[in-house]
């Protein structure tokens, strides 16, 4: 029996927060076209982040 620790689980969830960090980063001091080109090279679950942080509202059907 194979025992799953979430280990990739977790790196994604720390990957995805260290990424939300760097949009609010690029957001507060260059701006929020520097921060929106940023959003454009990160991954799914990131996006859903920003995009929750940022009060945006995303329905359960939604295809990122």
């Keep these: 029996m194979k025992t799953s620790l979430g280990i990739r689980k977790l790196f994604r969830i720390l990957y995805s927060y260290w990424n939300l960090f760097r949009f609010q980063w690029r957001k507060t001091l260059l701006g929020f076209d520097i921060a929106n080109q940023f959003i454009q090279r990160v991954d799914e679950n990131t996006i859903?982040?920003?995009?929750k942080r940022n009060s945006i509202t995303i329905s359960n059907d939604c295809d990122t």
């Design 48 to 51: 859903q982040l920003i995009l």
